[in-house]
Nanobody
Framework: QVQLVESGGGLVQAGGSLRLSCAAS????????VGWFRQAPGKEREFVAA????????YYAASVKGRFTISRDSAKDTVSLLMNSLTPEDTAVYYC????????????????WGQGTQVTVSS
């Protein structure tokens, strides 16, 4: 089992930045990839970014590429998501997820999920 806890969400004005963190504990040695997803009210959960745990290779959704940066600290078992140039369309609950398989954009590929952290971007 892997436990994931997100933090860093909040309210920010459009154009601002936030950094989300995901702290992993438990059997983290089985983690192949960590991803961030988000879900806005009335919408399906969507892929945001992912990182291959060992190599650090990163993947992004087209909607956030160039604005968001995913990174990991292997020593601390944490993954961060730096979000710049935020817009109201980025408002959602952001979830961290861990996978035992290579990074993917489908939520079905992820085995463990955090509880989520709310990000609200005001116009």
């Amino acid at each position: 089992q892997v436990q994931l806890v997100e933090s860093g969400g909040g309210l920010v004005q459009a154009g601002g930045s936030l950094r989300l963190s995901c702290a992993a504990s438990g059997r983290t040695s089985s983690t192949y990839a960590v991803g961030w997803f988000r879900q806005a009210p009335g919408k399906e959960r969507e892929f945001v970014a992912a990182i291959r745990w060992s190599a650090g290779t990163t993947y992004y959704a087209a909607s956030v590429k160039g604005r968001f940066t995913i990174s990991r600290d292997s020593a601390k078992d944490t993954v961060s998501l730096l979000m710049n140039s935020l817009t109201p369309e980025d408002t959602a609950v952001y979830y961290c997820a861990a996978s035992r398989t290579p990074p993917a954009s489908s939520s079905l590929s992820y085995d463990y999920w955090g509880q989520g952290t709310q990000v609200t971007v005001s116009s």
